[in-house]
């Protein structure tokens, strides 16, 4: 298995008032845009920029990054051999399939 990507998350109300200045810093378009429930998403660089209303994103605040990985079962046998414990089941996104993991430690993420 290995790590493709890992995006810090930004936390904003407005995607679109976010990545103007975004833009400028990464010297860059988002690589990826899309809505997920009643969140919108934006990845840009290293940042997968999360808006919508403060309830809603609240939903998924227990993540702290977001990796993107080559073989997602690698990754769950890994973190369950570990010690680590899977949180939210497989589902899948307009990205593809995802879940959310805790690992041994206690850091929670979204791995897809």
């Given at each position: 298995m290995a790590v493709l990507k890992t995006y810090a998350r930004l936390w904003v109300d407005e995607l679109d008032a976010s990545l103007p200045s975004l833009r400028t810093l990464i010297g860059a378009e988002p690589d990826l845009r899309f809505a997920f429930d009643r969140i919108e998403l934006a990845a840009?660089?290293?940042?997968?920029?999360?808006?919508?209303?403060?309830?809603?994103?609240a939903r998924y605040a227990h993540a702290s990054a977001t990796?993107?990985?080559?073989?997602?079962?690698?990754?769950?046998?890994?973190?369950?051999?570990?010690?680590?414990?899977?949180?939210?089941?497989?589902?899948?996104?307009?990205t593809g399939r995802y879940l959310y993991a805790r690992h041994a430690g206690g850091a929670e993420g979204l791995s897809s």
């Open positions: 840009i660089g290293h940042f997968l920029v999360i808006a919508g209303p403060p309830e809603e994103r990796v993107i990985v080559d073989n997602l079962d690698a990754v769950v046998a890994g973190l369950t051999a570990a010690g680590g414990e899977i949180t939210t089941p497989e589902a899948t996104s307009p």
